[in-house]
């Protein structure tokens, strides 16, 4: 597909949408791939979700700078649409931030938001949590501007408080420290994390200014459809783990049932794939199989083409 416009730049777009976009989350490229076949305009490189499936830990500052880029850059490369990633606390101070942006700038990352949390960071799930000074924090945004100005203008610096869940506290402090990190900074997002009702999403969306960019945690129910969302300020939708539990939940589910059942399990698990709905997907779909043969006819002298009508195993076409 032919990139019209660039990844920073429609990303950019997006936030600055009045109409809300989903950002759906994950860690690898094929989920990647999955949320572009399906439509999303975006997708999230969730930290938390990277920790577990890249290195099996926790979200609790392990991953280095070093393997969150080499994960964003083989997404980045996979898709055409703008990934949106966790750069947690931004791997150090204002000048590793510094170096932080312009790394994930490199690797095709069209954004990324950096918090507000003291090192080794939690997931912002978590309790345990503490915020470093608003002035350090300053600093620190004012380095990845800087850092993304001097590399693409267009890439988006969203500035996440902890603040709401953090020790010492509350909605005003996030909203005192949102407004210091826009006013001062100038980001380009505001991600206030961890509000804890519907009421203070919306109060948050009406008294900062936009993009802003909540993360609806399950605390708030019922869940806001995207109208209500959008009706209330949110430039995006925020959803991390939308290509990441089901899977995990479908994989648990599947396990313990072929544990159980044996093959009768995988019999039914394949016959239920066949009556989806949207059909039985599968790796060679996703990631455009036929597209190798293609290549091979055009860039490959034809003696070194492969024979595919006379092989056994399935055909690229």
């Not at 989350?25 to 076949?37: E, K, S």
């Not at 407004?179 to 980001?187: D, I, P, S």
């Not at 043969?293 to 195993?313: I, N, S, V």
């Amino acid at each position: 597909m032919p990139q019209q416009t660039r990844k920073t730049t429609r990303l950019k777009e997006l936030f600055e949408s009045p109409k809300i976009f989903v950002l759906a989350g994950g860690t690898n490229p094929l989920q990647a791939q999955l949320a572009q076949m399906v439509g999303f305009e975006a997708f999230y490189m969730s930290g938390g979700n990277t920790s577990a499936h890249l290195i099996g830990w926790p979200d609790v500052g392990v991953t280095t700078m070093r393997e969150m880029v080499d994960n964003a850059r083989r997404i980045a490369m996979a898709v055409d649409i703008p990934v949106f990633s966790d750069a947690d606390t931004g791997y150090g101070n204002a000048v590793q931030v510094y170096r932080t942006v312009q790394e994930f700038i490199q690797a095709g990352v069209a954004g990324v938001h950096i918090e507000d949390q003291e090192s080794p960071k939690k997931s912002g799930s978590m309790a345990g949590r503490r915020c470093i000074s608003v002035e350090e924090m300053v600093g620190k945004l004012r380095a990845a501007m800087d850092a993304k100005i001097e590399k693409d203008p267009d890439f988006v610096v969203c500035a996440r408080c902890d603040f709401r869940g953090a020790e010492g506290g509350s909605f005003e402090g996030t909203i005192e420290r949102c407004l210091a990190y826009k006013q001062e900074a100038n980001v380009d997002v505001l991600f206030p994390e961890g509000l804890q009702s519907w009421d203070e999403i919306k109060e948050a969306c009406q008294r900062l200014p936009g993009p802003v960019l909540p993360l609806i945690h399950p605390v708030v129910q019922p869940h806001p459809s995207l109208e209500d969302q959008e009706s209330a300020g949110c430039a995006g939708a925020f959803y991390p783990g939308l290509t990441t539990m089901a899977g995990l939940q479908a994989s648990w589910d599947f396990l313990n049932d072929f544990k159980e059942r044996g093959t009768v399990a995988l019999q039914e698990f394949r016959e239920r794939a066949e009556r989806s709905k949207w059909g039985a997907i599968d790796n060679n779909r996703v990631t455009e199989l036929p597209r190798v043969r293609e290549m091979e006819e055009k860039y490959l002298p034809r003696e070194l083409w492969r024979d595919y009508e006379h092989t056994l195993g399935l055909r690229p076409e």
